[in-house]
C-alpha cells in the first residue's frame, strides 16, 4: 500500500495502488473540498462497500515530529483510483 500525503506526488500513474485522503482527492481534481461533508462521505459512500478499502488511523503526514489535532492526525485514507472516481461522479 503506498501511502501518498502531497498533490506533488499525485499523478495519474501513482494513483492506482495509492491511499489518499478526501482533501488530496479533491485538490487533485480541482473541487471546492468545502462542498464536501468529509464527516459524512464514509458513512454515505465508502461503509459497507469492499471498493473503498479505507484504511483508518494512519499519520496524515508520516514522520511529522509536530502533534496535530485528532482530525489532522489520523485522517481516512481511501483507495486513490475510487475515491477519485467517485468524486468524479458526485461533484
Known amino acids: 500500500?503506498?501511502?501518498i500525503s502531497e498533490i506533488k506526488d499525485l499523478t495519474s500513474e501513482?494513483?492506482?495502488?495509492?491511499h489518499i485522503t478526501i482533501h488530496l482527492a479533491a485538490q487533485y481534481l480541482g473541487i471546492?473540498?468545502?462542498?464536501?461533508?468529509?464527516?459524512e462521505f464514509?458513512?454515505?459512500y465508502a461503509k459497507d462497500n469492499p471498493q473503498s478499502k479505507v484504511r483508518f488511523g494512519i499519520s496524515a503526514f508520516p514522520g511529522s515530529k509536530i502533534k496535530l489535532s485528532k482530525e489532522k492526525q489520523t485522517p481516512q485514507r481511501y483507495d486513490g483510483e475510487w475515491i477519485v472516481n467517485m468524486l468524479k461522479i458526485i461533484y
Open 1 to 3: 500500500m503506498k501511502l
Open 32 to 39: 471546492d473540498e468545502n462542498l464536501i461533508d468529509k464527516r
Open 14 to 18: 501513482t494513483l492506482p495502488g495509492s
Open 42 to 44: 464514509y458513512h454515505d
